[in-house]
């Protein structure tokens, strides 16, 4: 199993920027997929979800209407669109894998770091 976050970089209060989980080592579409955050010294922050069909979404309220997650299940991957970014979303951003429908643990990402700064 292996999930590979790119697209992080630095952006100006105000910017977009999307996220991208590449995955590979299971069955991708049947995988319920969702991306979190971390600030250092600070708990893991999940941000969205979206089922393995991609019929079924949801946020957290903190980047509702900010943030939007989508998949493509014919490349086994799945983007987190971030809109009007500001400062306090600096962090390192992971993809998740949730296998535990298969018996196996969740998978996460590497992480990509996100900076939002002027």
């Known amino acids: 199993v292996q999930l590979v976050e790119s697209g992080g970089g630095l952006v100006q209060p105000g910017g977009s920027l999307r996220l991208s989980c590449a995955a590979s080592?299971?069955?991708?579409?049947?995988?319920?997929m969702s991306w979190y955050r971390q600030v250092p010294g600070k708990e893991r922050e999940w941000l969205a979800y979206i089922s393995g069909s991609g019929n079924s979404r949801d946020y957290a309220d903190s980047v509702k209407g900010r943030f939007f997650v989508s998949r493509d299940n014919a490349k086994n991957a799945v983007y987190l669109q971030m809109n009007s970014l500001k400062p306090e979303d600096t962090a390192i951003y992971y993809c998740?894998?949730?296998?535990?429908?298969?018996?196996?643990?969740?998978?996460w990402g590497q992480g990509t770091q996100v900076t939002v700064s002027s």
């Open positions: 998740y894998a949730d296998l535990r429908t298969t018996g196996s643990d969740p998978a």
């Open positions: 080592g299971f069955t991708f579409s049947f995988t319920d």
